[in-house]
């Protein structure tokens, strides 16, 4: 097992070590190792959750068909043993060795598309990943681009415009030209075990999964990290010394995206962003919340794994989940057990999970083609915002469009996210008709007890839960434009 981390910095292969006398903890950010060094001091820390963009900044890995990935990150949210065998790409990285800006630097500065410059470095990293992913993006390609970063000066509208100058231009830059030797470079740091201990924290990144699962059995209470997005907010935000940690995030098994007749099987530790292209047909419903799930940068990151693992009641990845009738793989040395999904939540951040036990995937049936599925997210902002109220709800009407079965699963509504049971039960066998969802909707308020918080009133998450329901009949019914303004 190594004790030190290899990834590549400005066109070399960096180890940082990791002991007593080191002053990196595994639990530093990248942002902080970064700001540590006199020559990359271009990222910048705005927020240290995740929500500015400010600290973005650019990892590359080997891909699929000896291709580099290149995905932008929020790196004040990143632990640096997650930077192992990836290159990390910093601002200062971007201008060419003969002198010239990079043409998303140059497209920026030709467009005026900074003012304070505070933003600029994360605006810079987001459009040069764009530019590396996106030859000829459309509008909201781009918008979407930068939904995890803000600026508050400069407006967007000059942004923009770089971005469509940048990459229509070709993905022609020294990146491309160097893809070989730097794929080289990255082959040749072995994929190794890590078992880094710091004076506070023991920090495992298995290389296999029955190397992570003994590691769980022999430490049930370490802190298991995939994403970290979540997880790492404890670090930056809280201040709090995590001793035990188990890094998921250089397992492939659990990143696997298998697909079969029946099923899509989507490891736990496969970035969401990842996942999004493979369901997108299958399963518009969960493609479409992923598509307001957090920014790029977050995307990026987070995994089902964490979003089950924090089992807030306001994990927007899982009432869609539960609708679409998703079972839960836990798995521990003694093997793996498979979950309905809506028997995994038992309370408040609570599940069916053991302490010796990871989520290592989730297995969605594919739909009927009668089955009709939706996704809502109701929050105070479309992008990057926590949902108020979410819901993920399936339907299958016969030829009378008398309801066969529903699920009407909701986030925000009670301690867990939880299926609205009575309502369900009262609309089986029923005309689906005005009527049928008028009553039924009463229930909905009887049924579920949301709390009142800094995001809304008990009884705002009721009305809105009803308004949900009333929405899905509505766009089953082809009336979607008629109670917009009723839900938004
Ligand atoms: C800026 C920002 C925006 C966000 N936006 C959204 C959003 O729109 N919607 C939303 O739902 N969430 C959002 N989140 C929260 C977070 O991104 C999600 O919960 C995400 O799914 C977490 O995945 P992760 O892999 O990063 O989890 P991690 O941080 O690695 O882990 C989260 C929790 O799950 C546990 N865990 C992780 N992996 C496993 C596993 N395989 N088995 C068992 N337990 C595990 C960890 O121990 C931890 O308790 C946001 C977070 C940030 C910082
Ligand atoms: S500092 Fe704001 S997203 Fe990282
Ligand atoms: S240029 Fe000032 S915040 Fe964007």
């Keep these: 097992m190594a004790s030190t981390i290899s990834f590549l910095l400005d066109g070399r292969t960096t180890t940082v070590e990791f002991g007593h006398s080191s002053i990196y903890s595994p639990t ?26 400010a600290c973005t900044v650019v990892l590359a890995e080997a891909g699929p068909a000896g291709r580099l990935l290149y995905r932008s990150v929020d790196s004040c949210l990143v632990f640096l043993p997650m930077l192992h065998r990836k290159q990390l790409i910093t601002v200062e990285n971007l201008r060419h060795p003969n002198g010239d800006l990079h043409p998303v630097q140059r497209a920026l500065v030709d467009l005026h598309g900074s003012q304070c410059g505070f933003c600029t470095p994360g605006i810079v990293m987001s459009l040069f990943a764009l530019y590396k992913n996106h030859p000829r993006p459309d509008r909201t390609t781009i918008e979407d681009a930068f939904a995890g970063n803000l600026c508050r000066c400069t407006g967007y509208q000059p942004i923009i415009a770089a971005a469509q100058r940048a990459c229509a231009e070709g993905n022609a830059d020294q990146f491309n030209k160097g893809e070989e030797a730097t794929l080289a470079l990255l082959n040749s740091i072995p994929r190794d075990s890590l078992r880094l201990e710091s004076a506070e924290t023991m920090y495992y990144r298995p290389a296999a999964l029955s190397e992570a699962l003994a590691l769980k059995a022999n430490h049930p209470a370490g802190i298991v990290v995939t994403g970290g997005t979540d997880i790492a907010l404890r670090v930056t935000k809280n201040h709090d010394v995590l001793p035990e940690v188990i890094d998921l995030s250089a397992l492939d098994e659990m990143k696997l995206i298998a697909e079969d007749a029946f099923s899509i099987s989507i490891g736990a530790g496969a970035p969401l962003n990842d996942v999004m292209p493979r369901i997108h047909d299958v399963f518009p419903s969960l493609h479409r919340m992923l ?47 498979r979950v309905p999904m809506q028997h995994y939540f038992t309370g408040y951040r609570t599940t069916v999970r053991r302490p010796d036990e990871i989520v290592t995937a989730v297995i969605l049936p594919k739909p009927a083609s009668n ?73 909905i308020e009887r049924e579920c007890n949301p709390i009142s918080d800094a995001r809304a009133s008990a009884e705002m998450r009721r009305i809105a839960a009803r308004n949900l329901l009333l929405k899905f009949w509505c766009e089953t019914e082809g009336l979607e434009a008629d109670v917009e303004s009723v839900v938004q």
């Excluded at 902080?32 to 929500?51: A, I, T």
């Excluded at 990151?301 to 927007?316: E, V, Y």
């Excluded at 008398?402 to 939880?418: P, W, Y």
């Design 28 to 53: 530093t950010t990248v942002l902080n190792y970064l700001r540590s060094l006199p020559e990359h001091k271009g990222v910048k820390e705005g927020c240290g959750q995740g929500d500015c963009g």
């Design 291 to 337: 598509s307001v799930f957090g920014s790029q940068q977050i995307r990026n990151m987070a995994t089902f794994g964490g979003n089950l693992g924090t089992a807030s009641p306001i994990g927007d990845a899982l009432p869609v989940l539960v609708a679409l009738g998703t079972t839960v793989e836990l798995s521990s040395i003694t093997g793996s057990r």
């Design 371 to 443: 089955l009709i599925t939706r996704s809502y997210k109701i929050s105070k902002r479309r992008e990057l915002d926590i949902s108020t109220v979410s819901g993920g709800f399936s339907l299958r009407l016969n030829e009378r469009r008398e309801v066969e079965s529903i699920v009407l699963a909701f986030g925000g509504m009670a301690d867990r996210v939880k299926r609205a049971e009575t309502v369900e039960n009262f609309l089986a066998g029923r005309k689906w008709n005005r009527e049928t969802v008028d009553e039924a909707s009463s229930l």
